[in-house]
């Protein structure tokens, strides 16, 4: 079954920290560069980082840059996205998914997961 199937959300205090994993199936991820974006209710969808399909390449949104981190381990099929002082404004379901644009500032999604929820909250 090709998929992509995002974990590691949770509820963490301000200032923590979470890795959110992006784990594919069915499909070899090394050949797409992948994007992670978070919707938040009653907001636009957000991109927030893209990795190439090799990692010698990667995006952040302002938002998040300094903050967050992405990293690929293709041996192991996953993505990463490494968060860290988090900010209740963070809050949202987070989602990985294949960006056929290759990383460009209009992304274009393609293949999706279902998303982990990260709730910042004290």
């Known amino acids: 079954q090709v998929q992509l199937v995002e974990s590691g959300g949770g509820l963490v205090q301000p200032g923590g920290s979470l890795r959110l994993s992006c784990a594919a199936s069915?499909?070899?991820?090394?050949?797409?560069?992948i994007g992670w974006f978070r919707q938040a209710p009653g907001k636009e969808r957000e991109g927030v980082s893209c990795?190439?399909?090799?990692?010698?390449?990667?995006y952040y949104a302002d938002s998040v840059k300094g903050r967050f981190t992405i990293s690929r381990d293709n041996t192991k099929n996953t993505v990463y996205l490494q968060m860290n002082s988090l900010e209740p404004e963070d809050t949202a379901v987070y989602h990985c998914?294949?960006?056929?644009?290759?990383?460009?500032?209009?992304?274009?999604?393609?293949?999706g997961g279902q998303g982990t929820q990260v709730t910042v909250s004290s």
């Open positions: 998914a294949t960006d056929l644009s290759g990383c460009r500032p209009r992304p274009e999604y393609g293949l």
């Open positions: 069915g499909f070899t991820l090394a050949y797409y560069a």
């Open positions: 990795i190439s399909s090799s990692g010698g390449s990667t």
